[in-house]
């Protein structure tokens, strides 16, 4: 069995996810994005790497590849706030 371990919030571990895939393209540009589970964000309530998208392009996509092989996990374990975060882990 595999287990993968965010250990940033899973709200940014969405947000960097849906960057990922490509559902949300940085820099941010319009005046609010949505992403299911989240309510609707504006570029500052961006984590700073996408907020500030080439600041540190190493780390960003550092930040990516650790989605790599997210579909080879059994298990994805996050860290969150049950009661912050209920949504986007449904």
């Known amino acids: 069995m595999l287990a993968a371990f965010f ?16 559902w949300l393209k940085p820099p941010i540009l319009e005046a609010q994005t949505m992403i299911p589970g989240l309510p ?11 907020y500030e998208y080439g600041s540190y392009s ?23 706030i049950y009661e912050l975060e209920q949504e986007v882990r449904n």
């Open 40 to 50: 609707p964000l504006k570029p500052k309530d961006m984590p700073s790497l996408i």
């Open 7 to 22: 250990t940033q919030s899973c709200a940014v571990g969405s947000i960097y996810y849906h960057c990922y895939k490509g």
């Open 58 to 80: 190493a780390a960003f996509d550092m930040l990516l590849a650790q989605f790599d092989n997210i579909d080879k996990a059994d298990w994805v374990l996050c860290n969150t």
